[in-house]
């Protein structure tokens, strides 16, 4: 399998930005805006909150939808961004290459598997079957043990609540555990469910820098 490439710094600058952020948030989003635009909205709030407070975010490497925005705003706010983004995709989700690092890697796998490696923390905003696959597979994998990273799902206008009210039928039918539930913190704030997952992963958020 080839390594990943940096398409838009050297080696040297990256280890840099990388010792210069506070902490890294695995954002999963989709690739399409919404039909409201609070979603656009807190997808900029995301981003600027992680930029202002001296975080990276590791994210899909689109430009397109949520996920354009909340690479934007990061960038914006002074954080750095680490996209990664699959050979196939890269013309299909428009590779954003204004990002900090952006690693073109040959498949899916190795896509998330160098997302989940670059973060601190993980957080799912609203998005399609990609972002529940993204969301999923890390919730398994802390159940399982290969990581013990926070996992946050921000449910933002209530669009989570019919797989939360799923995920409890789940547990209901003893198929899942609440202890399995309990893996993953659910948020409507933005702000305040970055802070969480931030700390929980035994990070201090440095002091917001507000923008001229």
Known sequence: MTSPTNSTNSASSASSHKAET??????????????????????????????????????????????GLVAEATLAAGGTVVGIIPTALVEKEWAH??????????????????????ADAFLALPGGIGTFEELFEVWTWRQLGYHD???????SLGYYDG???????????????????????????????????????????RAKVELL
């Open 22 to 67: 506070a902490f890294s948030v695995c954002v999963y989003c989709g690739s399409k805006p919404g039909n409201q635009p609070e979603f656009a909205q807190i997808a900029v709030q995301v981003g600027t909150w992680i930029g202002q407070h001296g975080g990276q975010l590791v994210y899909g490497g689109g430009r397109n939808g949520l996920m």
């Open 97 to 118: 290459h204004g990002c900090t690092e952006l690693h073109v890697v040959d498949t899916m796998h190795e896509r998330k598997r160098l997302m989940a490696e670059k």
């Open 149 to 155: 990273k926070p996992v946050g799902i921000l449910n």
């Open 163 to 205: 797989l939360m009210a799923f995920i409890g039928q789940v547990v209901a039918q003893g198929f899942m555990a609440d202890w399995q539930t309990e893996l993953v913190t659910l948020g409507t704030e933005p702000k305040a469910l970055l802070q969480s997952l931030v700390q929980k992963a035994g990070f201090s958020p």
